[in-house]
């Protein structure tokens, strides 16, 4: 940063103290200081700090003299992984890390679907379309307690929720269900919720590109002979390729870091607990924040491989353009 | 190949009318052209034609099919559009080859066709290229490639050349002549560019505010317009027009206005004589006057004495703005006549292509 300040002011360290170039540079550095500073405090070193962190056996015992906690090793990493995070118990008990790559892939995959058929939808020319559009926009702008409290009271397990009131008064079910607290059911319960929640995300990207394709193109394709489904196909889809591609992946690294929308549904249990989730539950239900901080590298570790997947996504982009 | 008709073809947008009962036949593997100012009809005219609009009244003949309702994937064109449309993740052979696959035709003949238009384009070496490789007359010639690939029985030609530089445009212009010297498809082609219009068609279609105003061929286009709006759109610079009314006098009749006071001749008296009094506007090109050092006897009857305003030597010809009586007119003159703005000239008119139309209805008299 030094260095970049010092190119674009094109002071050096011999110029006089009180030269236009030096009190530029001191101007340059004062506006970049506050930035730097809240930055350095809320994220790089708290990054570092839980990198030293996972090495070592921290807790509520020796929270008061944390420089002095004893060193472990990769003990705190061998033990999440092996217990944790990664195991495959049985098909009806994965590890957290497991259940985050299922959870975010799948959710995310959903997302780009419903975004692209509403998309789709929201692109032809009807009565109140702009309407519609906002509306479709609600569940991304909703703050995320209320709406997931709106789906724990459809699906309470009481007789009184919405969907076990539904569902009895049909005569579907005998007695009420406890959908959130069924093992898969609650996953796939997850998993909806993130789409319906955050396809408004996806659909807007793609009605952007969507309405930048030349109509030209779909003439042109009508007089060659294309169906509605080989436009789609051959232009349309082609045409999206890029916006898909980048929303899947900043879908999905957002997706994996979340934390709020699964804790307000399920609270992580019922095997929906992934890798935030689990990083909450060893740092501040059993106080273990080495094992935590543990959890977060891993999750950290995993995410930058997703995030090199984005950047070369767009480099590869970049040299198709 | 076939026949292209329009019969009373009629275009609604809401209350906008785009084409008004349009009447046309485009024989078979025959060159014709539509031309007009923006936003007169034609492209739409020419988009009934294709499919892409339906018409609101009428029917579209395309051979002896009524094709109303017919999609255009049915009917046997091929388009080629203003901005080129190419599809832009293909490659130019696939661009070309796409129409020709959807049509479920064999592999290889698929390759030869292709390789075939290709060679016949000049486009050989650039198969592998995407669109945006392509400079803009490749792209053109990729877009011509792709229509006539498919080997349908009309072209449809939507401005093709609009997007190119001046240079490019008319060498295009000579190789899609050559092109349909070659291939004698039927073809529709729509341009604002009066240039195009007369080079390119075997008939011309002159269209304003959704009517078709004349259809004939060129040369009868230019010396025979049928009313004011044609008379000065095709021709450049446009045709002069000066109001004037009708005079009878001792058996002969004149054309007479502020400035000038000219005597028909004989062969062109006809429509005219009786309608002394007459208002009617006078037309003039600007090809059509010159500017004579000596003037003999007589000569008053078919001259205007004008003041020159401003000059605009071209090399190969000098146009001079000039007025007379108050009204402005334009000559295309011999640059080597000596000419300077503020100077009076008299103008001498070449009697015989001469025009009048009626002021009111602008139909041409004579």
Same mark, same amino acid.
């Given at each position: 940063?030094? %260095? ?51 090495? %070592? ?20 990493? %061998? ?9 495959? %118990? ?39 379309? /702009? ?6 926009? =609600? ?34 079910? *005998? ?35 969507? *309405? ?12 060659? /002979?294309?169906?509605?489904? *080989?436009? =789609? ?47 909450? *539950?060893?740092? #501040? ?22 995030? /090199?997947?984005?950047?070369?996504? #767009? ?7 | 190949?076939?026949?292209? !008709? ?9 209350? @906008? ?20 100012? &923006? ?17 609101? $009244? ?44 959807? !049509? ?30 392509? &400079? ?13 690939? !498919? ?32 291939? $004698? ?40 317009? &049928? ?34 006071? @000219? ?9 005219? $004589? ?28 078919? &001259? ?58 602008? $139909?041409?008299?004579?």
């Amino acid at each position: 940063m030094y %260095h970049l300040i010092q190119e674009a002011s094109g002071w050096s360290p011999g110029a006089n103290w009180d030269s236009l170039q030096a009190r530029e540079a001191r101007l340059a550095w004062g506006l970049v200081s506050p930035t730097a500073l809240v930055v350095f405090g809320l994220i790089i070193f708290p990054a570092f700090f839980s990198g030293w962190i996972s090495f %070592h056996d921290v807790s509520l015992r020796n929270l008061s003299s944390i420089f002095s906690a004893p060193f472990v090793g990769l003990e705190n990493y %061998h033990e999440v992984v092996s217990d944790w995070a990664f195991k495959f %118990h049985s098909w009806r008990s994965w590890g957290a890390a497991i259940t985050s790559v299922v959870y975010s892939v799948v959710s995310t995959a959903l997302t780009i679907l419903v975004g692209l058929v509403a998309a789709l939808l929201l692109n032809r020319k009807f009565k109140a379309r /702009g309407l519609v559009r906002a509306t479709f926009l =609600f569940p991304y702008v909703a703050p995320i307690v209320s709406v997931a409290f709106v789906w724990r009271w459809i699906l309470d397990p009481q007789k009184s929720g919405v969907l076990n009131d539904i569902l009895l008064r049909l005569g579907a079910i *005998q007695d009420p269900q406890a959908y959130l607290s069924t093992r898969g059911l609650a996953l796939i319960l997850v998993i909806a919720f993130t789409a319906w929640r955050y396809f408004p995300f996806a659909m807007l990207m793609i009605l952007a590109r969507l *309405q930048a394709i030349d109509g030209a193109l779909y003439e042109s394709a009508s007089v060659d /002979g294309a169906t509605s489904w *080989q436009k =789609f196909r051959y232009i349309t889809i082609p045409e999206l390729r890029y916006v898909l591609g980048a929303v899947f992946m900043l879908r999905l690294i957002w997706t994996f870091n979340k934390f709020d929308d699964i804790f307000l549904l399920t609270g992580g249990g019922y095997g929906t607990n992934v890798l935030p989730i689990l990083t909450y *539950q060893f740092s #501040f239900r059993s106080f273990d924040f080495g094992k935590g901080a543990a959890t977060a590298m891993i999750l950290l570790g995993i995410l930058l491989v997703f995030l /090199g997947l984005y950047v070369g996504f #767009f480099v590869r982009r970049g040299e198709a353009a | 190949m076939a026949e292209v !008709r329009l019969k009373n073809v009629t275009k609604m947008f809401g209350d @906008l009318t785009a084409v008004d009962s349009a009447n046309l036949t485009i024989e078979d593997s025959e060159f014709i052209v539509l031309v007009g100012p &923006s936003g007169c009809g034609k492209t739409t005219t020419l988009r009934c034609v294709a499919g892409l609009e339906e018409p609101t $009244e009428g029917e579209v003949y395309i051979g002896d099919r009524v094709v109303n309702g017919v999609p255009p994937k049915d009917r046997d064109i091929a388009m080629v559009f203003q901005n080129y449309a190419l599809y832009p993740h293909m490659d130019v052979y696939n661009n070309i080859a796409f129409g020709l696959k959807l !049509r479920k035709m064999p592999k290889d003949e698929i390759e030869e066709r292709v390789n075939r238009t290709a060679e016949l384009l000049g486009i050989h070496s650039k198969l592998d290229s995407k669109p945006k490789e392509l &400079s803009g007359g490749q792209r053109q010639r990729v877009a011509v490639g792709r229509a006539i690939a !498919r080997n349908p029985k009309v072209f449809l030609f939507d401005e093709p050349l609009s997007n190119l530089d001046a240079k490019l445009r008319v060498q295009m212009r000579a190789e899609l002549q050559e092109l349909h010297h070659n291939l $004698e498809t039927t073809s529709m082609y729509v341009t604002h560019d009066q240039v195009e219009a007369m080079t390119l068609g075997n008939r011309v279609a002159v269209i304003d505010e959704g009517v078709i105003q004349q259809y004939a061929a060129p040369q009868e286009i230019y010396d025979y317009p &049928s009313n004011k709006f044609v008379a000065g759109f095709i021709g450049s610079p446009s045709m002069n027009f000066l109001d004037a009314r009708i005079k009878e006098e001792g058996g002969n009749v004149y054309v007479e206005g502020d400035g000038f006071n @000219l005597l028909l001749p004989d062969k062109i008296t006809d429509p005219v $004589e009786g309608k002394s009094g007459k208002e009617v506007t006078f037309g003039v090109r600007p090809e059509d006057l010159t500017a004579e050092q000596t003037v003999h006897e007589g000569d008053e009857t078919k &001259s205007f004495d004008t003041h020159v305003l401003v000059t605009e030597p071209l090399g190969d010809e000098i146009i001079v703005h000039a007025e007379v009586g108050g009204q402005e007119i334009v000559a295309q003159l011999d640059p080597r006549v000596d000419i300077e703005p503020h100077q009076d000239v008299t103008l001498f008119a070449d009697m015989d292509y001469i025009h009048i139309f009626d002021k009111n209805t602008e $139909e041409a008299i004579v």
